[in-house]
Antibody, heavy 119, light 107 residues
């Protein structure tokens, strides 16, 4: 069974940093590209970043480019999101997600980890 | 960036009714489209990928269609468990973009 478990969220002051983790199990992690998607409270879904299986290709939303860094450790089956210079508008539930195959939709999602940016 | 315009924003329907949700892309996305269902307090779940392929385990009353810039999700014979928000998403090109969502309620 595919499982994705996010951690690392919390309350952080504007301008500070936070690192999220997503531990994957139930599939060969190194074979799949991975993604971060966020959802502000009561709002819709926003794709944040993607990383290919070998980390060769990385993409970011313009809203986080230059502030967030996606990375992965295939030996540890773990996806990361390093977030710096956090803003109030980064407050959201952050999900990690895996494609069904290739980039055909996000078939597997974690339960999310909540990031609240507030003074 | 490819903009996804989803309609309607909200929808009220009766049990057993057929409902349709539309999504329009700002340019051709060559069927690189997925539909998701999200129930309150839960993670989104994939329903449809490649515009018209049913994801594993999704009831056959859900179907997707469309091409080019126009896509739709149809739910036949609405069930109470279908009350949720629905989102479209294009994955033809980065940045991946979602529609604003449709909140489906029972009449």
């Amino acid at each position: 069974e595919v499982q994705l478990v996010e951690s690392g969220g919390g309350l952080v002051q504007p301008g500070r940093s936070l690192k999220l983790s997503c531990l994957a199990s139930g599939f060969t992690f190194s074979n799949y590209g991975m993604n971060w998607i966020r959802q502000a409270p009561g709002k819709g879904l926003e794709w944040v970043a993607s990383i290919s299986s070998s980390s060769s290709y990385i993409y970011y939303a313009d809203t986080v480019k230059g502030r967030f860094t996606i990375s992965r450790d295939n030996a540890k089956n773990t996806l990361y999101l390093q977030m710096t210079s956090l803003r109030s508008e980064d407050t959201a539930l952050y999900y990690c997600a895996r494609h069904k195959a290739y980039n055909w939709g996000f078939a597997y999602w974690g339960q999310g980890t909540l990031v609240t940016v507030s003074s | 960036d490819i903009q996804m315009t989803q309609s309607p924003a909200s929808l009220s329907a009766s049990l057993g009714e057929t409902v349709t949700i539309e999504c329009r892309a700002s340019e051709d996305i060559y069927n690189g489209l997925a539909w998701y269902q999200q129930k309150p307090g839960k993670s989104p779940q994939l329903l449809i990928y490649n515009a018209n392929s049913l994801h594993t385990g999704v009831p056959s009353r859900f179907s997707g269609s469309g091409s080019g810039t126009q896509y739709s999700l149809k739910i036949n014979s609405l069930q109470s468990e279908d009350v949720a928000s629905y989102f479209c998403q294009q994955y033809y090109d980065y940045p991946y973009t979602f529609g604003a969502g449709t909140k489906l309620e029972l009449k």
